[in-house]
């Protein structure tokens, strides 16, 4: 009876801190929120932790007034043609390292897990030189190609786990069915692999949607901008737009936000499967 009570008994610390972490984390938001309904004369004078007295929507017009659309969709056609790339590669690269137990489909293993210790920014200044001499600067597929080569080496690494957690025996039960290698990668990974799938597909799209170096450093034209780097529109030569910038804010985390909504099941599921070996 008395072990049962100490099991019952509330962890009084523990919910302490976890209150204190999501106060931390939901002040950022709450101010965002709030200061994208103020003007900029509100925005100077008033409290900047209360709610405006007078709250407009007049920021979010002046986004939509300096081309967000554009920009919107920009972000998107970079964002769902890079993750697309990303998991078609990314899956039947794992396929091959988990299936093809040969030396030379682990050294290639090997070699893209080596991507992970490469920073980005290191590489900025021969990126340049790449997509300069390709043709391809100031265009949208100047970000695709970089963002799908940096994103392979963790979307391999999460698949090729999870894949490996799929039972021995289906694949051979498949094998004396007769069934090729690409129907056992449609008919049995990919339904299987699906909550990996869509983790990696919700992460790869959130670091490629809030990307800011490549867009930076690759575009220069208001044509090809996409939403982070739009964010330069509101700043003038004597100041910055506050309320506008974080109305922009605001709307371009709401598309991320709504894909995660529709894959959170699938989400949780691959962050806490596929690691058990």
């Known amino acids: 009876m008395s072990l049962f009570s100490n099991r019952a008994r509330p962890n009084i610390i523990g919910s302490t801190f976890a209150w204190i972490w999501l106060f931390i984390i ?13 003007t900029m004369g509100d925005y ?26 554009r920009y919107l969709l920009n972000s998107a056609i970079v964002t769902l043609g890079s993750v697309a790339i990303l998991l078609v590669v990314a899956v039947m690269a794992s396929y091959v390292v988990v299936r093809n137990r040969s030396r ?10 080596l991507g992970l210790a490469i920073p980005a920014q290191a590489t900025i200044v021969p990126l340049y030189y790449l997509i300069t001499k390709m ?25 090729t786990n999870f894949i490996r957690d799929i039972p021995k025996e289906l694949f051979e039960s498949m094998t004396v069915d007769g069934a ?21 597909g919700i992460y790869d ?4 949607w809030n990307g800011f170096l490549f867009p930076l450093v690759l575009t220069g034209s208001p044509s090809v901008r996409v939403l ?27 598309p991320i936000l709504a894909a995660y909504i529709i894959g959170r099941r ?12």
């Open 26 to 38: 939901l002040l950022p938001i709450y101010y965002m929120i709030i200061t994208s309904l103020r």
């Open 44 to 69: 100077f004078v008033s409290n900047p932790l209360l709610p405006s007295s007078e709250p407009t929507l007049d920021a979010y017009g002046e986004v939509f007034e300096n081309d967000f659309g």
């Open 104 to 113: 030379l489909s682990q050294r290639i293993f090997q070699l893209i897990l």
């Open 135 to 159: 043709g391809l600067y100031d265009s949208l597929l100047a970000l695709v190609l970089p963002s799908v080569g940096f994103g392979i080496p963790i979307t391999v690494l999460i698949l």
């Open 180 to 200: 090729s290698h690409l129907k056992m990668l449609y008919k049995l990974v990919l339904p299987l692999a699906k909550p990996a799938i869509v983790t990696v």
């Open 205 to 208: 799209a959130l670091q490629i």
């Open 228 to 254: 982070p780097y739009s964010l330069f529109s509101f700043q003038g030569e004597h100041g910055v737009n506050t309320p506008a910038i974080l109305a922009s804010v605001v709307l371009s985390a709401l």
């Open 266 to 277: 699938q989400l949780v599921a691959g962050l806490t499967a596929g690691f058990s070996k």
